[in-house]
Protein backbone atom coordinates (compact mmCIF):
# COMPACT_ATOMS: atom_id res chain seq x y z
CA UNK A 1 0.00 0.00 0.00
CA UNK A 2 1.55 3.37 -0.38
CA UNK A 3 0.22 6.21 1.22
CA UNK A 4 1.27 10.36 0.49
CA UNK A 5 0.96 11.69 3.06
CA UNK A 6 0.63 16.38 3.36
CA UNK A 7 3.08 16.27 0.47
CA UNK A 8 4.77 19.69 -0.38
CA UNK A 9 7.27 20.55 -2.49
CA UNK A 10 8.62 23.86 -3.41
CA UNK A 11 10.64 24.88 -6.85
CA UNK A 12 12.74 27.97 -4.70
CA UNK A 13 9.41 29.75 -4.03
CA UNK A 14 7.10 28.37 -6.14
CA UNK A 15 5.20 25.56 -4.32
CA UNK A 16 4.84 23.07 -7.31
CA UNK A 17 2.71 20.36 -4.49
CA UNK A 18 0.42 22.24 -1.92
CA UNK A 19 0.10 19.25 0.60
CA UNK A 20 -1.34 16.31 -1.44
CA UNK A 21 -2.89 12.96 0.47
CA UNK A 22 -3.68 10.09 -1.32
CA UNK A 23 -3.85 6.40 -0.66
CA UNK A 24 -3.52 3.34 -3.51
CA UNK A 25 -4.15 -0.06 -2.24
CA UNK A 26 -2.32 -2.68 -3.40
CA UNK A 27 -3.82 -4.33 -6.25
CA UNK A 28 -5.08 -1.22 -7.94
CA UNK A 29 -4.36 0.71 -11.25
CA UNK A 30 -4.94 4.38 -10.34
CA UNK A 31 -4.84 6.93 -13.22
CA UNK A 32 -3.18 9.77 -12.05
CA UNK A 33 -4.73 12.87 -14.22
CA UNK A 34 -3.70 16.50 -14.74
CA UNK A 35 -2.46 19.38 -17.14
CA UNK A 36 0.54 20.26 -17.94
CA UNK A 37 2.36 21.75 -14.95
CA UNK A 38 0.03 20.13 -12.71
CA UNK A 39 2.70 18.04 -10.87
CA UNK A 40 2.46 14.29 -11.38
CA UNK A 41 6.08 13.65 -12.42
CA UNK A 42 7.04 15.95 -8.96
CA UNK A 43 5.20 13.50 -7.45
CA UNK A 44 5.82 10.63 -9.10
CA UNK A 45 9.88 11.45 -8.37
CA UNK A 46 8.97 11.88 -4.78
CA UNK A 47 7.07 8.21 -4.24
CA UNK A 48 10.08 6.50 -6.30
CA UNK A 49 12.50 8.86 -3.92
CA UNK A 50 14.12 10.05 -6.82
CA UNK A 51 13.17 13.33 -5.03
CA UNK A 52 12.92 14.58 -1.14
CA UNK A 53 9.44 16.46 -0.26
CA UNK A 54 10.01 19.81 1.28
CA UNK A 55 6.99 18.79 3.65
CA UNK A 56 5.25 15.49 4.14
CA UNK A 57 6.15 11.72 3.73
CA UNK A 58 5.69 8.57 1.66
CA UNK A 59 5.00 5.23 3.11
CA UNK A 60 5.17 2.04 1.65
CA UNK A 61 3.95 -0.57 3.12
CA UNK A 62 4.02 0.67 5.88
CA UNK A 63 7.67 2.06 5.74
CA UNK A 64 8.67 5.67 4.89
CA UNK A 65 10.51 6.84 1.61
CA UNK A 66 14.15 8.13 2.42
CA UNK A 67 16.23 8.18 -0.20
CA UNK A 68 16.14 5.69 -3.22
CA UNK A 69 17.42 2.74 -1.56
CA UNK A 70 17.92 -0.19 -2.39
CA UNK A 71 15.15 -2.47 -1.12
CA UNK A 72 13.04 0.82 -2.54
CA UNK A 73 14.57 -0.10 -6.23
CA UNK A 74 13.13 -4.10 -5.94
CA UNK A 75 10.02 -2.39 -4.60
CA UNK A 76 8.92 0.13 -6.81
CA UNK A 77 9.38 -0.42 -10.78
CA UNK A 78 9.70 3.60 -12.38
CA UNK A 79 8.72 4.56 -15.67
CA UNK A 80 10.16 8.28 -15.69
CA UNK A 81 8.84 10.73 -18.43
CA UNK A 82 10.60 11.18 -21.34
CA UNK A 83 12.04 7.74 -20.71
CA UNK A 84 15.55 8.62 -20.62
CA UNK A 85 17.02 5.83 -22.43
CA UNK A 86 21.04 5.25 -22.54
CA UNK A 87 20.76 5.78 -26.76
CA UNK A 88 24.55 3.98 -27.56
CA UNK A 89 23.48 0.93 -25.51
CA UNK A 90 22.14 -2.73 -26.73
CA UNK A 91 18.69 -3.53 -25.33
CA UNK A 92 20.34 -6.30 -23.66
CA UNK A 93 23.05 -4.42 -21.90
CA UNK A 94 21.20 -1.62 -20.87
CA UNK A 95 18.56 -4.31 -18.98
CA UNK A 96 21.82 -6.34 -17.64
CA UNK A 97 22.88 -2.35 -15.86
CA UNK A 98 19.30 -1.78 -14.48
CA UNK A 99 19.52 -5.41 -13.29
CA UNK A 100 22.88 -4.72 -11.54
CA UNK A 101 21.62 -1.46 -10.15
CA UNK A 102 18.91 -3.34 -8.40
CA UNK A 103 20.53 -5.88 -7.18
CA UNK A 104 19.26 -8.96 -8.96
CA UNK A 105 21.04 -12.13 -8.94
CA UNK A 106 19.19 -14.28 -11.36
CA UNK A 107 19.78 -11.64 -14.10
CA UNK A 108 19.83 -13.59 -16.73
CA UNK A 109 16.87 -15.58 -16.38
CA UNK A 110 14.68 -12.39 -15.79
CA UNK A 111 16.06 -10.31 -18.55
CA UNK A 112 14.92 -13.00 -20.99
CA UNK A 113 11.81 -12.80 -18.43
CA UNK A 114 10.77 -9.18 -18.80
CA UNK A 115 11.76 -9.57 -22.87
CA UNK A 116 9.02 -12.18 -23.51
CA UNK A 117 6.60 -9.82 -21.64
CA UNK A 118 7.39 -6.77 -23.65
CA UNK A 119 7.64 -8.92 -26.68
CA UNK A 120 11.35 -7.24 -27.70
CA UNK A 121 12.93 -10.41 -27.76
CA UNK A 122 13.89 -9.61 -31.74
CA UNK A 123 15.63 -6.32 -30.95
CA UNK A 124 17.59 -7.65 -27.92
CA UNK A 125 20.68 -7.42 -29.65
CA UNK A 126 20.14 -3.81 -31.54
CA UNK A 127 21.35 -0.63 -30.38
CA UNK A 128 18.67 1.40 -28.84
CA UNK A 129 18.87 4.39 -30.83
CA UNK A 130 18.21 2.66 -33.83
CA UNK A 131 14.45 1.39 -32.18
CA UNK A 132 10.84 2.91 -32.89
CA UNK A 133 9.74 4.69 -30.04
CA UNK A 134 6.95 2.07 -29.43
CA UNK A 135 9.96 -0.34 -28.98
CA UNK A 136 12.24 2.17 -27.13
CA UNK A 137 8.70 2.49 -24.73
CA UNK A 138 8.57 -1.33 -24.35
CA UNK A 139 12.55 -1.09 -23.35
CA UNK A 140 11.44 1.14 -20.74
CA UNK A 141 8.63 -0.89 -19.43
CA UNK A 142 10.95 -4.51 -19.65
CA UNK A 143 13.34 -1.82 -17.27
CA UNK A 144 10.50 -1.38 -14.83
CA UNK A 145 9.61 -4.47 -14.25
CA UNK A 146 12.87 -6.13 -13.84
CA UNK A 147 12.95 -7.62 -10.65
CA UNK A 148 9.07 -8.24 -10.62
CA UNK A 149 8.44 -5.01 -8.87
CA UNK A 150 4.98 -4.88 -6.35
CA UNK A 151 4.87 -1.42 -7.45
CA UNK A 152 4.52 -0.03 -11.01
CA UNK A 153 5.04 4.21 -11.45
CA UNK A 154 4.51 4.95 -15.22
CA UNK A 155 5.08 8.67 -16.06
CA UNK A 156 3.30 9.32 -19.07
CA UNK A 157 4.07 6.03 -20.64
CA UNK A 158 2.32 6.64 -24.14
CA UNK A 159 3.29 10.46 -24.89
CA UNK A 160 4.50 10.39 -28.75
CA UNK A 161 3.74 7.34 -29.37
CA UNK A 162 1.05 6.46 -32.90
CA UNK A 163 -2.04 5.22 -32.15
CA UNK A 164 -1.52 1.13 -32.83
CA UNK A 165 1.60 2.02 -30.05
CA UNK A 166 -0.55 3.58 -27.95
CA UNK A 167 -3.30 0.00 -28.06
CA UNK A 168 -0.21 -2.07 -27.66
CA UNK A 169 1.40 -0.19 -24.34
CA UNK A 170 -2.15 0.02 -22.99
CA UNK A 171 -2.92 -3.60 -23.28
CA UNK A 172 0.44 -4.33 -21.60
CA UNK A 173 -0.34 -1.98 -18.64
CA UNK A 174 -3.27 -3.72 -18.27
CA UNK A 175 -1.89 -7.23 -18.35
CA UNK A 176 0.95 -5.98 -15.87
CA UNK A 177 -2.11 -4.50 -13.50
CA UNK A 178 -3.56 -7.87 -13.14
CA UNK A 179 -0.87 -8.30 -10.33
CA UNK A 180 0.81 -5.36 -9.69
CA UNK A 181 -0.32 -1.77 -8.26
CA UNK A 182 -0.06 0.64 -10.85
CA UNK A 183 0.07 4.43 -10.83
CA UNK A 184 0.03 5.94 -14.19
CA UNK A 185 0.10 9.47 -15.35
CA UNK A 186 -1.41 10.49 -17.93
CA UNK A 187 -3.03 13.76 -19.53
CA UNK A 188 -5.04 12.27 -21.61
CA UNK A 189 -8.32 11.20 -20.56
CA UNK A 190 -9.12 7.88 -22.94
CA UNK A 191 -5.84 6.57 -21.48
CA UNK A 192 -7.51 6.51 -17.60
CA UNK A 193 -10.77 5.36 -19.48
CA UNK A 194 -9.36 2.38 -21.39
CA UNK A 195 -6.94 1.53 -17.96
CA UNK A 196 -7.67 2.77 -14.87
CA UNK A 197 -10.18 1.96 -12.49
CA UNK A 198 -9.78 4.98 -10.45
CA UNK A 199 -8.80 8.54 -10.96
CA UNK A 200 -6.80 11.12 -8.89
CA UNK A 201 -6.86 14.33 -11.04
CA UNK A 202 -4.08 17.22 -9.95
CA UNK A 203 -4.62 20.42 -10.53
CA UNK A 204 -2.01 23.16 -9.91
CA UNK A 205 -0.26 21.25 -7.29
CA UNK A 206 -3.36 20.06 -5.16
CA UNK A 207 -5.82 16.88 -5.53
CA UNK A 208 -9.40 17.61 -6.81
CA UNK A 209 -11.17 14.72 -7.06
CA UNK A 210 -10.08 11.35 -6.10
CA UNK A 211 -12.79 8.43 -7.37
CA UNK A 212 -13.35 5.62 -8.91
CA UNK A 213 -13.53 5.71 -12.59
CA UNK A 214 -17.34 5.07 -12.56
CA UNK A 215 -18.32 7.50 -10.34
CA UNK A 216 -16.39 10.45 -12.01
CA UNK A 217 -17.93 9.32 -15.53
CA UNK A 218 -21.50 10.17 -14.35
CA UNK A 219 -20.81 13.24 -12.20
CA UNK A 220 -23.33 16.18 -12.15
CA UNK A 221 -26.74 14.22 -12.87
CA UNK A 222 -29.42 16.51 -14.59
CA UNK A 223 -32.98 15.64 -15.59
CA UNK A 224 -34.06 17.49 -18.52
CA UNK A 225 -37.96 18.18 -18.66
CA UNK A 226 -40.33 19.61 -21.25
CA UNK A 227 -44.01 19.98 -20.50
CA UNK A 228 -47.05 21.25 -22.43
CA UNK A 229 -48.01 23.80 -19.61
CA UNK A 230 -46.35 27.03 -17.57
CA UNK A 231 -45.41 26.13 -14.84
CA UNK A 232 -43.59 27.50 -11.48
CA UNK A 233 -40.62 25.70 -10.30
CA UNK A 234 -41.53 25.46 -6.84
CA UNK A 235 -43.90 22.21 -8.54
CA UNK A 236 -40.86 20.68 -8.58
CA UNK A 237 -39.47 21.60 -5.27
CA UNK A 238 -39.60 18.07 -3.76
CA UNK A 239 -36.95 16.95 -6.52
CA UNK A 240 -34.25 19.29 -5.25
CA UNK A 241 -32.39 22.24 -7.09
CA UNK A 242 -34.48 23.05 -10.31
CA UNK A 243 -33.91 25.63 -12.75
CA UNK A 244 -35.88 27.29 -15.74
CA UNK A 245 -34.48 27.37 -19.30
CA UNK A 246 -37.91 28.71 -20.16
CA UNK A 247 -41.96 28.97 -19.50
CA UNK A 248 -41.92 25.01 -19.77
CA UNK A 249 -38.53 23.43 -19.87
CA UNK A 250 -36.37 22.98 -16.80
CA UNK A 251 -33.24 21.34 -14.91
CA UNK A 252 -33.29 19.47 -12.42
CA UNK A 253 -30.26 18.80 -10.82
CA UNK A 254 -30.13 15.12 -9.71
CA UNK A 255 -27.67 12.05 -9.66
CA UNK A 256 -30.71 9.34 -8.99
CA UNK A 257 -32.48 8.62 -12.17
CA UNK A 258 -36.11 10.38 -11.09
CA UNK A 259 -37.82 9.90 -14.55
CA UNK A 260 -40.31 7.91 -12.85
CA UNK A 261 -41.51 10.13 -9.73
CA UNK A 262 -41.37 13.07 -12.30
CA UNK A 263 -43.95 11.16 -14.88
CA UNK A 264 -45.92 9.80 -12.22
CA UNK A 265 -46.24 13.94 -10.58
CA UNK A 266 -46.83 15.39 -14.17
CA UNK A 267 -49.79 12.56 -14.75
CA UNK A 268 -51.66 13.28 -11.91
CA UNK A 269 -51.46 16.59 -12.47
CA UNK A 270 -52.88 16.21 -16.10
CA UNK A 271 -49.61 17.74 -17.37
CA UNK A 272 -48.18 16.17 -20.69
CA UNK A 273 -44.28 15.40 -20.86
CA UNK A 274 -42.63 16.63 -24.24
CA UNK A 275 -39.31 15.51 -23.24
CA UNK A 276 -37.53 13.68 -20.10
CA UNK A 277 -34.09 13.10 -20.53
CA UNK A 278 -31.17 12.50 -17.82
CA UNK A 279 -27.68 13.82 -18.43
CA UNK A 280 -24.22 13.26 -16.76
CA UNK A 281 -20.87 15.30 -17.72
CA UNK A 282 -18.62 13.16 -18.92
CA UNK A 283 -15.03 12.43 -18.02
CA UNK A 284 -13.55 15.47 -19.81
CA UNK A 285 -15.78 17.39 -19.18
CA UNK A 286 -15.19 16.53 -15.41
CA UNK A 287 -12.02 17.00 -16.02
CA UNK A 288 -12.42 20.48 -17.53
CA UNK A 289 -14.01 21.74 -15.09
CA UNK A 290 -12.17 20.86 -12.36
CA UNK A 291 -9.03 21.75 -13.77
CA UNK A 292 -10.43 25.00 -14.55
CA UNK A 293 -10.70 24.93 -18.28
CA UNK A 294 -13.19 26.90 -20.13
CA UNK A 295 -15.91 24.31 -20.87
P1 LIG B 1 3.68 17.67 -17.45
O1 LIG B 1 2.36 17.01 -17.77
O2 LIG B 1 3.92 18.88 -18.28
O3 LIG B 1 4.82 16.71 -17.41
P2 LIG B 1 3.50 17.62 -14.54
O4 LIG B 1 2.09 17.55 -14.06
O5 LIG B 1 4.30 16.38 -14.54
O6 LIG B 1 3.52 18.31 -15.96
P3 LIG B 1 5.65 18.72 -12.95
O7 LIG B 1 6.68 18.39 -13.94
O8 LIG B 1 5.59 17.93 -11.69
O9 LIG B 1 4.21 18.73 -13.63
O10 LIG B 1 5.81 20.26 -12.60
C1 LIG B 1 4.98 20.93 -11.64
C2 LIG B 1 5.36 22.39 -11.62
O11 LIG B 1 6.66 22.53 -11.07
C3 LIG B 1 5.41 23.05 -12.99
O12 LIG B 1 4.93 24.37 -12.87
C4 LIG B 1 6.87 23.04 -13.34
O13 LIG B 1 7.19 24.13 -14.19
C5 LIG B 1 7.54 23.19 -11.99
N1 LIG B 1 8.85 22.51 -11.94
C6 LIG B 1 9.09 21.19 -12.16
N2 LIG B 1 10.40 20.90 -12.01
C7 LIG B 1 11.01 22.07 -11.67
C8 LIG B 1 12.36 22.43 -11.38
N3 LIG B 1 13.33 21.51 -11.36
N4 LIG B 1 12.60 23.71 -11.07
C9 LIG B 1 11.60 24.63 -11.04
N5 LIG B 1 10.31 24.36 -11.32
C10 LIG B 1 10.01 23.10 -11.62
Do not use: W
Not at 153 to 172: A, C, M, V, Y
Not at 195 to 214: F, H, M, P, S, Y
Amino acid sequence: MIEVKELKKFYGNFEALKGINFSVEKGEIVGFLGPNGAGKTTTMQIITGFMSPSYGEIIIDGEKVDGFKTDLKKKIGYLPENNPIYNDLSVYDYLSFFADLKGLDNKKREIKRVAELTKIEDVIEKKIDTLSKGYKQRVGLAQAILGNPEILILDEPTTGLDPNQIIEIRNLIKELGKEKTVILSTHIMQEVEQTCERVLIINKGQIVADDKLENLKERNGRIILEVDKELPVEFFKNFGEVEKLSETKFIIKSNEDIRKEISKLCYENGILIYELKIEFDDLETTFRKLTSVEV
